[in-house]
C-alpha cells in the first residue's frame, strides 16, 4: 500500500471563552488538517495548530513542501519519512516550523498504519495501560477570583482529580491570592498543579513565588522561567521543592536530553508538535525513562493519548478543551478522571469535515 495524495484543509475553532495567556489573548486556534490518501483507499489523519490564525498559511506552506517525501512512499516504509524530512528542511534547521510541518504528515502516516491493521496505535506500539491519569489546563490569568472558584467547582463536579492553573501576574501577591483560593476550593484531595508559563522574568523571583505557594500542596511548578534558558530552569529545579515541570517548548529529543543533563526538571512535558512527531515523541520519553524522570504529554489530548499508553514512565495525560470540536468522538475519562485509550483504528479520533474550511 502507497500514500497516493497529501492534501490540507483548515479549521478555525473558537475558544469557548476568550483568556489570556499573560502574553496575548486566545480567541481561536486554527488547525492544519492533513489529510494522507493511499491507492487503497485509506486515508491518514494528522494535525498541528497555531493560535489567532497567525503564520497558519506559513505552516501549511510548510507542510505542502514536504509532499514530495511522503507521495509513493510504501506504508511499511514509513519511517523513512522522518529521516528524509528532517535532512530535506536542513537549510531551515531542525526545530521551529519545520518540525511542526514534519509533525503533522507523520501523525497522518501513523494515523493510516494503525487503520491498515485495523487497531489503535498503541495496540501496534504495545500499550502498558488502558487509562492514562489526567489533568485539565484551565484557569486562566484572565479570570477572576470568583471566576476561577466556579470553573474550579465545575472541573470537579466533571470528574477530573488534577487541575491545571496559571500564575505569572505582575503582583506575586496576587498569585499567592488566587491559588489560595483554589486550593481552598479544591481541597486536600484534588491535585493542583501550577504553570508559571514562562512569564516570571528571573529565577530569584520564581523562587520567591514557589516558596511562598509551597504550603498549598503544589503538585508541580510549571515552566518556571524562560524555557530559552535551561540553566535558570536548573537553578529553580535545584532550589525549590516543589517538583519542577518543563519541556514543552522543546523541540526534538536533543533538547529533551539536555534538559536531563541539566538536571533542569522532575517532570518533562513533550509537545507532539515541537517533538517533531511521535518518533521523536517517543525517543524522548525513552531517554526520560533512563533518567528516571516521568512524562507528561503537553496539549494534542487525542493523539498523544495513544502515545502516553505506551510509555512506561507515563505521568499525567494534558486534558485541554482546544481540539473536541475538531473530532467527531470525544474523549472519554473513567471514574476516577483518568483519560480511556479508545479501541477504534489509528490514534482512534476521526476529524469532522464539517469543521473543515478550504
Given at each position: 500500500m502507497k500514500i497516493s495524495r497529501l492534501r490540507t484543509r483548515v479549521a478555525h475553532l473558537p475558544v469557548a471563552k476568550p483568556f489570556s495567556t499573560?502574553?496575548?489573548?486566545?480567541r481561536l486556534v486554527d488547525c492544519v488538517c492533513v489529510f494522507l490518501e493511499t491507492d487503497e483507499g485509506l486515508v491518514g489523519e494528522g494535525m498541528c495548530y497555531v493560535t489567532n490564525g497567525r503564520r497558519l498559511k506559513v505552516l501549511r506552506e510548510m507542510i505542502v513542501s514536504l509532499e514530495h517525501l511522503v507521495v509513493g512512499l510504501e506504508l511499511g516504509q514509513s519511517g523513512s519519512?522522518?529521516?528524509?524530512?528532517?535532512?530535506?528542511?536542513?537549510?531551515?534547521?531542525?526545530?521551529?516550523?519545520?518540525a511542526l510541518a514534519i509533525s503533522a504528515v507523520e501523525e497522518a502516516l501513523w494515523d493510516v498504519r494503525g487503520k491498515q491493521f485495523g487497531v489503535n496505535i498503541s495496540h501496534i506500539l504495545g500499550a502498558c495501560r488502558t487509562t492514562v491519569p489526567s489533568?485539565?489546563?484551565?484557569?486562566?490569568?484572565?479570570?477572576?477570583?470568583?471566576?476561577?472558584?466556579?470553573?474550579?467547582?465545575?472541573?470537579?463536579?466533571?470528574?477530573?482529580?488534577a487541575i491545571k492553573m496559571h500564575v505569572g501576574l505582575p503582583d506575586p501577591d496576587k498569585d499567592v491570592e488566587r491559588v489560595?483560593?483554589?486550593?481552598?476550593?479544591?481541597?486536600?484531595?484534588?491535585?493542583?498543579?501550577?504553570?508559571?508559563?514562562?512569564?516570571?522574568?528571573?529565577?530569584?523571583?520564581?523562587?520567591?513565588?514557589?516558596?511562598?505557594?509551597?504550603?498549598?500542596?503544589?503538585?508541580?511548578?510549571?515552566?518556571?522561567?524562560?524555557?530559552?534558558?535551561?540553566?535558570?530552569?536548573?537553578?529553580?529545579?535545584?532550589?525549590?521543592?516543589?517538583?519542577?515541570?518543563?519541556?514543552?517548548?522543546?523541540?526534538?529529543?536533543?533538547?529533551?536530553?539536555?534538559?536531563?543533563?541539566?538536571?533542569?526538571?522532575?517532570?518533562?512535558?513533550?509537545?507532539?508538535?515541537?517533538?517533531?512527531?511521535?518518533?521523536?515523541?517517543?525517543?524522548?520519553?525513552?531517554?526520560c525513562e533512563a533518567f528516571d524522570i516521568p512524562v507528561s504529554s503537553h496539549v494534542f489530548p487525542q493523539m498523544s493519548l495513544a502515545l502516553m499508553a505506551c510509555v512506561p514512565n507515563a505521568s499525567y495525560h494534558e486534558y485541554i478543551?482546544?481540539?473536541?470540536?475538531?473530532?467527531?468522538?470525544?474523549?472519554?475519562?473513567?471514574?476516577?478522571?483518568?483519560s480511556i485509550v479508545p479501541n477504534r483504528p489509528g490514534w482512534g479520533f476521526t476529524i469532522d469535515p464539517s469543521v473543515l474550511a478550504d
Open positions: 499573560g502574553r496575548y489573548d486566545v519519512f522522518v529521516v528524509n524530512a528532517f535532512n530535506d528542511v536542513r537549510a531551515f534547521g531542525r526545530q521551529g516550523i519545520s489533568y485539565v489546563n484551565s484557569l486562566w490569568l484572565s479570570a477572576t477570583i470568583d471566576e476561577l472558584h466556579k470553573e474550579a467547582e465545575g472541573l470537579v463536579r466533571q470528574g477530573f482529580r489560595r483560593a483554589v486550593r481552598e476550593m479544591l481541597g486536600p484531595d484534588v491535585v493542583l498543579l501550577v504553570d508559571a508559563a514562562q512569564l516570571i522574568a528571573s529565577p530569584e523571583a520564581s523562587i520567591k513565588l514557589a516558596r511562598r505557594i509551597e504550603e498549598f500542596d503544589i503538585g508541580w511548578y510549571e515552566e518556571p522561567v524562560m524555557g530559552s534558558n535551561p540553566l535558570s530552569e536548573a537553578k529553580v529545579a535545584a532550589a525549590i521543592d516543589i517538583p519542577v515541570a518543563t519541556g514543552e517548548y522543546t523541540y526534538n529529543h536533543q533538547g529533551i536530553f539536555e534538559l536531563l543533563q541539566l538536571k533542569a526538571a522532575d517532570i518533562l512535558m513533550p509537545d507532539l508538535q515541537r517533538m517533531g512527531g511521535p518518533t521523536e515523541f517517543l525517543k524522548a520519553a525513552a531517554i478543551n482546544w481540539f473536541d470540536a475538531l473530532y467527531q468522538e470525544p474523549l472519554l475519562r473513567d471514574e476516577r478522571g483518568a
